[in-house]
T-cell receptor
Framework: KNQVEQSPQSLIILEGKNCTLQ??????????LRWYKQDTGRGPVSLTI?????NTKSNGRYTATLDADTKQSSLHITASQLSDSASYIC????????????FGGGTRLMVKP | GAGVSQSPSNKVTEKGKDVELRCDPI?????LYWYRQRLGQGLEFLIY????????KSGLPSDRFSAERTGESVSTLTIQRTQQEDSAVYLC????????????FGPGTRLTVL
């Protein structure tokens, strides 16, 4: 069973709207939690990295939150743009060495005009 | 180039053939990682290099898979006697070895085994 579960699996929103993607994890303890954006046919690109002690991290229109007590993270996208259409992947890093990353299955977001 | 590059971008091969996938990391990045991504699924860790050494090969799915890195630069992932279940996108990433260790990914090689 995957230790990082993301929801929803897919989402369609209209351009300009906000959305929130969820990530629940059972991996514990961990070093940091990351959100990546993966465009179709491309490699993932890092959006945010939060250590276990951080609660929120922003990168432009992307804001990630982390609740270590409930083992939940969310990625909020404001004022969505067509270019936000992509898969968003939640990743838990166990040891900060990069070789113990547990990847969620991703949420596929489609932004329509 | 400024980013991680991988070649070929696409590879179609027949079952039983050997394939070699190449990764050129960002210059100066000491760590290099290989992942596999099957269609519609999350990334699976395969192997990582610190310099030219691979301290963790635990993710390699079978002894048909091997990887090497030379000159603390280019890496090749070799799959021998390919099987249809090997069909996937193979992603390479590189990073500095340090705090938070952000990984930069290449575009991947899409492998199709017929």
């Amino acid at each position: 069973k995957n230790q990082v579960e993301q929801s929803p699996q897919s989402l369609i929103i209209l351009e300009g709207k906000n959305c929130t993607l969820q990530c629940n994890y059972t991996v514990s303890p961990f070093s940091n939690l990351r959100w990546y954006k993966q465009d179709t046919g491309r490699g993932p690109v890092s959006l945010t990295i939060m250590t276990f002690s951080e609660n929120t991290k922003s990168n432009g229109r992307y804001t990630a939150t982390l609740d270590a007590d409930t083992k939940q993270s969310s990625l909020h996208i404001t004022a969505s743009q067509l270019s936000d259409s992509a898969s968003y992947i939640c990743v838990v890093d166990l040891n900060n060495a990069g070789n113990m990353l547990t990847f969620g299955g991703g949420t596929r977001l489609m932004v329509k005009p | 180039g400024a980013g991680v590059s991988q070649s070929p971008s696409n590879k179609v091969t027949e079952k039983g053939k050997d394939v070699e996938l190449r990764c050129d990391p960002i210059s100066g990045h000491t760590a290099l990682y290989w992942y596999r991504q099957r269609l519609g699924q999350g990334l699976e860790f395969l192997i990582y290099f610190q310099g030219n050494s691979a301290p963790d090969k635990s993710g390699l799915p079978s002894d048909r898979f091997s990887a090497e890195r030379t000159g603390e630069s280019v890496s090749t992932l070799t799959i021998q006697r390919t099987q249809q279940e090997d069909s996937a996108v193979y992603l390479c990433a590189s990073s500095f070895q340090g705090a938070l260790n952000e990984q930069f990914f290449g575009p991947g090689t899409r492998l199709t085994v017929l």
